[in-house]
């Protein structure tokens, strides 16, 4: 992994639901070093060098329905 890390998040579309472990593996083949797989969601996450990766991810693997950079929120509180 190169210093210019991305989080991201990847949805899988209901028909590829039961192939969720094939897809985590193709997408290790790529570059993506995957940290969870929520299976009763659809959804992968974890860490990949390029925004590139993800139009490739979603051109090169059936079944990735969305892939995006995971978004963090903060919130300040007044006491």
Known sequence: MGPNKIHFVASVDDEHLDQINEIV??????????????????????????????????????GIKEIDSERSYTTQISV
Do not use: C, L
């Not at 993506?32 to 693997?61: P, W």
């Open 25 to 62: 593996k193709k997408m290790e083949g790529i570059g993506f070093y995957i940290e969870k797989v929520r299976k009763i969601t659809g959804t992968i996450s974890g860490i990949v060098d390029s925004v590139n990766s993800f139009q490739e991810a979603k051109a090169r693997i059936k």
